[in-house]
Nanobody, 125 residues
Framework: QVQLVESGGGSVQAGGSLRLSCAAS????????MAWFRQAPGKEREFVAA????????YYRDSVKGRFTISRDNAKNTVYLHMNTLNAEDTAVYYC??????????????????WGQGTQVTVSS
């Protein structure tokens, strides 16, 4: 049974930082690309970042480039999202996602079959 468990969300002031973690189990973590998505109130879920199975390639939405860093530790079956210089537009529920097949640079929610429960990030200005 695939499980994705996010942690690390919280409330922070604008300009601050947070690190999200996603602990994965129930599948061969080191064989699949992983991603982070987010959903703000009243908005559709949107792609934030993705990382290849090896960690050698990373992909970001334009608005987080230079501020967010996705990484993974295959020995710990964990993917991270380091978020710096946060602003109010980053406020959302952040979700970890895993595909059920090999994908590359997946930035569409439909490409991912497994999702965590989400963790809230609130940035106050």
């Amino acid at each position: 049974q695939v499980q994705l468990v996010e942690s690390g969300g919280g409330s922070v002031q604008a300009g601050g930082s947070l690190r999200l973690s996603c602990a994965a189990s129930g599948f061969s973590f080191n064989m699949f690309e992983m991603a982070w998505f987010r959903q703000a109130p009243g908005k559709e879920r949107e792609f934030v970042a993705a990382i290849s199975w090896s960690g050698g390639s990373t992909y970001y939405r334009d608005s987080v480039k230079g501020r967010f860093t996705i990484s993974r530790d295959n020995a710990k079956n964990t993917v991270y999202l380091h978020m710096n210089t946060l602003n109010a537009e980053d406020t959302a529920v952040y979700y970890c996602a895993a595909p059920s097949r090999t994908i590359v640079a997946g930035d569409l929610a439909d490409e991912y079959e497994y999702w965590g429960q989400g963790t809230q990030v609130t940035v106050s200005s």
